[in-house]
C-alpha cells in the first residue's frame, strides 16, 4: 500500500471496536471507530474511507438503514459484521449491497483476510485499462459499468469481480467454482446461492439500462458472456 487505507468501523459494542482496531492498526490501516450509524455515516463522509466494517444491530439507525446510506453515495467496499449466520441472512446481507461479511464470534485471521481481500480488489481495479464487450464497458478506473454509455446501478466489488473475469475471456464458459475463486479469493465449497445471488443483481441492473442480455446461463456448469 502507497497511502495507508482508511477503513471506518461502526459497531456500537466498545469492545469490539478496540478488538478490531488491535488487529488492524498494526497491519498498516488507519482505523476510525464510532457506536452508532449516524456518527459513523459522518465519519465516512469525512474520512472517505477505504473500506467499511459495519455491525447490523445497531442503536439508532440500525446497520441495513446505514448500508443503504452508503450505498446512495457509492460503492466503498463494506463488510458486514454479523451475529446472524444462516445462509438466508448472508444472502440478504448480500442483496441489499454489502461485499463480504464476518460471522461473530470473529477469527481474527478471517477478519483480517476479508478486510485484504477488499483492499486489494480495490486498489487493483484502480490499475488496469478498461474492459469493453459489446457495448459493455467495466471502467476499472472510475469502478463502475456503462452499457452503450449508459452507466448502470451503484455495482458492488464482486459484481464487479465477476463481470471482469467474463469479460477478460469473453468466449470462455466459467464454472461456479471458478467464478466463485476469482470473485472472493476463497475457496469454493459448493454453496451456489450467494454467487446466483450477484448474478442476479446484475442482470437486474443490466435490464435496468437496457433490453440487451450479457450473462448466459450454462446449465450445469456455470456463466459466459452472450455470443
Ligand atoms: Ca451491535
Known sequence: MSTK?????????KNICSFISRILEPEGYRVITSNTGRDG???????????????????GISGEEVLQEIRKQGNTPVIILTAKDTI???????????????????????VLARVAVQIRRMEGSFSEGN?????LELDRE???VRVDQTELPKITRQEFSILELLLKHPKKVFS????FEYAWEEAYMGETKTLDVH????????KSVT?????ETIWGIGYRLHP
Open 5 to 13: 487505507a482508511t477503513i471506518v468501523i461502526i459497531e456500537d459494542e
Open 41 to 59: 455515516l459522518q465519519h465516512i463522509n469525512s474520512n472517505h474511507p477505504d473500506l467499511i466494517l459495519l455491525d447490523l444491530m445497531l442503536p
Open 88 to 110: 438466508d441472512d448472508k444472502v440478504e446481507v448480500l442483496q441489499s449491497g454489502a461485499d463480504d461479511y464476518v460471522t461473530k464470534p470473529f477469527d481474527i485471521k478471517e
Open 131 to 135: 474492459l469493453v464487450y459489446q457495448g
Open 142 to 144: 472510475n469502478f463502475c
Open 176 to 179: 461456479k467454482e471458478e467464478i
Open 199 to 206: 448474478i442476479s443483481n446484475i442482470r437486474k441492473k443490466i
Open 211 to 215: 433490453s440487451k442480455e450479457y450473462i
